[in-house]
């Protein structure tokens, strides 16, 4: 997948993320996907676990995240800066800052991404 396509495919998924779109999140992601769980901590694997991490995320939180930029690392992954709002169910703010989300991709699809602070 070229650049742009690839920055397509990752602002296509935090868009998702915002709307709540699992359907759409999961087709992105390679069936033995490595996701961070950056809210109870460690890693999920899968797309059933990183979609039931979603879920019950969600079900407590209510997180905004948007990219502010992209860069191509030198080993190919996909640094995105993102501006991350975290409230909680009763519109309290818990999170407001930035972070560096990085993606490896393989065959146009996610197969990892680490949170960076």
């Known amino acids: 997948m070229d650049p742009p396509g690839r920055l397509t495919l990752l ?5 998702a993320f915002n709307r709540r779109d699992v359907p759409t999140l999961l087709a992105a992601m390679a ?15 899968g797309r059933d676990e990183v979609g039931a991490y979603w879920r019950r995320q969600w079900e407590q ?36 800052h930035t972070v560096t ?8 699809l996610v197969t990892e991404m680490e949170i960076r602070e």
């Open 31 to 45: 069936p033995d996907v490595s996701w961070p769980n950056g809210w109870e901590g460690g890693v999920v694997h």
């Open 61 to 96: 939180l209510e997180p905004v995240v948007t990219p502010t930029a992209f860069r191509t690392e030198a080993d190919g992954r996909i640094a995105v800066t993102v501006h991350q709002v975290v409230h909680d169910k009763a519109g309290a703010k818990l999170a407001d």
């Open 101 to 108: 989300h990085v993606y490896r991709l393989g065959d146009g």
């Open 11 to 15: 602002t296509n998924l935090y868009a």
